[in-house]
């Protein structure tokens, strides 16, 4: 009995213990080891979290920067929540600790890169979500402490290249998510070190061709998902994967397959080739064990040049799903009803089949490593990192493809600085104390898509500097000394999918000033001094989706300088001193934006009018930290998904009842307040009783929180709100 009542004591102590620690603004489960720390302030992680806790949630808070050993003193976490924190960077052993934690979440961040040991000491982790960063490189080695992983979702970042062996450790991941970025180059043995990998998703990205080389390494893979994708054309043998049984090319751009494209890959089952451009598909000889393709949304030309794969339809017993466009007598018939007699010829012809692109020649790559730096062969990286170096080294292998030259007083970048590498991809040249780049400087870096300059002294860039390097698609140039916008620049970039021009002196946006920047996406723009943005001033930029101005010395919104850009999904304009927000002024992207920011302003006035146009598309709207009393009607904001009015002074009286209303449907945590009267400030708008004597409050809030009704009546409802845990975002560990 003796060591059982302790036992027993010693749990209670700890509970106590726990409970006495809980952090202010946190909510703790002690006997669950939960705690949750949702939608507040914090700016840094709080270092009185009960040391036993388990399950630790801090969505929706801001912490720019992860330190290091930020969670040392939580060593027992299993899962660990951190999205929508406003993190940028995570500082190498930021993790460090956590042996235990299988969960990890840092979806919808701002984190742009992965350094090698910025998640060092998850060696349990079998759950990595980064969805919804801007991720841009991955640097090999990054994920080569997580030998548990599972699932890696890398969803909606920035990413354009894969470099070989990036996924180095992953050796039992069965899903790797890779859609919605912008990749169009993979290493040849990107996906080399994925044995388990059953499922990888590449759908809703840039790739031209079929990248079967780098595919070819994966085994065991029985799910590829390549949707959405501009491939043209695939060509014989293109995909050797053994085990491949799912194949999804649907929505992209193929106008032709060979007969043999699918030879190599015995055990394909179903292939999904719906909404392209494909008026016929010959016989699939090689496919021997395919079960089901689907055509439907495509060109079908039900001629007689369409009778061979007819014929083979049926000899293999494949059912396809699919109806003809031509010619107008079998217009809208289902290929399965068609009889051979009825597919003839006239004079339409099928358009030639396009050639096969030719394979690129690789570099010799034969001489040796300059004596200051580094050359790793098996990652084709090169670094010569902080050696105080004053001059651009050279005679690096010709097969580099990462070049690491940061924290070196170079000064000045000459011309042909790096001669013999065709093959480069991504080159850092971060706080290198640069003060120009000369005409020619990149001359034959033929294949760089990532070019790092942040944290110099540059004022101005010749457009000339760019010549040679037409495939640059990441342009970082935050923390220099530009005043305007480098013009004339971009007409040499045709590829430019991302400009980092943050924490520069900029004053203004030009007309003129991004002229060439057709194919530009995502432009940064926070922390200068812009007060004007000329009204054509983005016109050139037609497929911009990110636009982040915050921080700046904007009075107004920039409602002109919007019009054109049909694909704008994320506005950020925090932390300008826009005091009064007139009607109308998101109108021009009204039809594609998703993400609005408008926190931190001194926002003291929005019109009843502001949001025309705005509704159901819009995901998340940030308006905490300003000063209005009141806001306009957004009750058909029906698919919000964060709402966040914390920090708001809101007078909470009659005329706020319909957001009373509207805020009591919504199943977010939106976290607004009353500022007054005196009776009501500090109340949450949603629970405050000054609403009770509102005219038409019976009608509205009838069987809610009437007081007036029965215990009995109401025991229902709180059932059914205590099964909607907050806590729930940790049982539901899907990826």
Avoid at 525 to 536: F, K, S, T, V, W
Avoid at 586 to 598: C, D, G, I, R, T
Wanted: glycine share 8%; net charge positive; with cysteine.
């Amino acid at each position: 009995m003796g060591p059982s009542w302790g036992l027993l004591l010693l749990t209670v102590a700890l509970g106590v213990t726990a409970a006495t620690r809980c952090p202010a603004p946190c909510v703790c489960d002690n006997l669950r080891a939960h705690v949750l720390c949702l939608n507040g302030s914090l700016m840094a992680i709080p270092d009185t979290i009960p040391e036993l806790t388990k399950k630790l949630d801090l969505r929706g808070n801001s912490f720019m920067v992860i330190p290091a050993g930020a969670f040392l003193a939580t060593p027992y976490l299993t899962h660990l929540d951190l999205q929508r924190c406003k993190v940028e960077r995570l500082e190498e052993g930021a993790f460090r600790g956590l042996g235990r934690l299988v969960y990890l979440n840092l979806a919808s961040n701002g984190i742009a890169l992965l350094y090698q040991e910025s998640l060092d000491g998850l060696s349990s982790l079998q759950q990595l979500i980064l969805q919804g960063n801007r991720i841009e490189e991955i640097q090999p080695g990054a994920f080569g402490h997580l030998g548990s992983l599972t699932v890696l979702d890398l969803r909606a970042n920035a990413l354009v290249y894969l470099p070989d062996m990036v996924f180095q450790g992953l050796q039992v991941l069965r899903w790797l998510r890779l859609s919605h970025n912008a990749l169009h180059v993979l290493g040849s043995e990107a996906f080399a070190a994925l044995p388990a990998l059953r499922r990888l998703s590449l759908d809703h990205n840039e790739l031209q061709t079929l990248p079967g080389e780098a595919l070819a390494r994966l085994d065991g893979a029985t799910r590829l998902d390549l949707g959405h994708n501009p491939i043209t054309y695939v060509a014989e043998e293109a995909l050797a994967m053994a085990s491949l049984r799912h194949l999804f090319l649907d929505h992209a751009s193929l106008q032709d397959v060979a007969p043999d494209a699918f030879a190599r890959s015995p055990q394909l089952r179903v292939l999904d080739l719906r909404e392209n451009q494909l008026q016929g598909l010959p016989p699939l000889a090689g496919a021997g064990g395919l079960a089901r393709v689907s055509l439907d949304g495509n060109p079908l030309l039900c001629s007689c040049l369409l009778r061979p794969f007819h014929k083979w339809l049926a000899r293999a017993r494949v059912q396809a799903q699919g109806a003809c466009a031509a010619p107008p007598a079998l217009r809208g018939r289902s290929l399965d009803s068609l009889k051979p007699p009825e597919m003839r010829c006239g004079r339409l012809r099928l358009p030639p089949s396009p050639t096969t692109p030719p394979e690129q020649p690789r570099a010799a790559g034969s001489r040796q490593c300059p004596r200051e730096c580094i050359c790793s062969p098996d990652f084709h990286h090169g670094s010569c990192e902080n050696r105080d170096l004053r001059e651009i080294p050279r005679d690096f292998p010709g097969d580099t493809h990462l070049l690491d030259l940061r924290q070196n007083p170079f000064r000045t970048v000459p011309p042909d600085a790096f001669p013999g590498l065709k093959e480069l991809v991504s080159l850092h040249l971060q706080s290198c104390s640069i003060r120009a780049l000369h005409p020619g400087a990149l001359r034959g870096l033929e294949s760089l898509v990532y070019l790092y300059l942040t944290d110099n002294h540059l004022s101005t860039l010749a457009a000339a500097a760019f010549e040679g390097a037409p495939q640059l698609a990441y342009l970082d140039l935050d923390h220099n000394a530009f005043t305007h916008v480098p013009a004339g620049v971009f007409q040499l970039l045709p590829n430019l999918i991302s400009l980092h021009l943050q924490h520069n002196t900029i004053r203004e946006l030009e007309e003129g000033d991004l002229a060439g920047a057709r194919g530009l996406r995502w432009l940064y723009l926070a922390g200068n001094a812009i007060r004007h943005i000329a009204p054509a001033a983005l016109a050139p930029t037609k497929m911009l989706e990110k636009l982040q101005l915050e921080g700046n010395r904007l009075s107004e919104v920039p409602t002109a300088a919007l019009q054109g850009l049909p694909a704008l999904s994320e506005l950020k304009l925090s932390q300008n001193p826009i005091k009064h927000m007139g009607d109308s002024v998101f109108l021009p992207v009204a039809s594609s934006l998703q993400h609005l920011y408008l926190d931190n302003m001194g926002l003291e006035r929005i019109s009843p009018h502001a949001f025309t146009g705005l509704g159901p598309k819009i995901r998340s709207l940030y308006l905490e930290s300003n000063k209005m009393s009141n806001i306009p009607d957004m009750s058909n904001f029906t698919g919000l998904e964060i709402l966040n009015l914390q920090d708001v002074p809101f007078h909470c009286n009659c005329q706020l009842l319909p957001l009373h209303r509207w805020i009591n449907k919504l199943n977010l945590r939106v976290g607004a307040t009353c500022g007054s009267p005196a009776e009501a400030q500090g109340l949450k708008v949603k629970l405050s009783t000054t609403f009770l004597t509102c005219p038409g409050w019976g009608r509205g809030e009838a069987g809610k929180t009437n007081p007036n009704k029965t215990k009995t009546a109401s025991k229902p409802r709180k059932k059914k709100r205590s099964g909607k845990s907050p806590a729930r975002g940790f049982s539901k560990s899907r990826a």
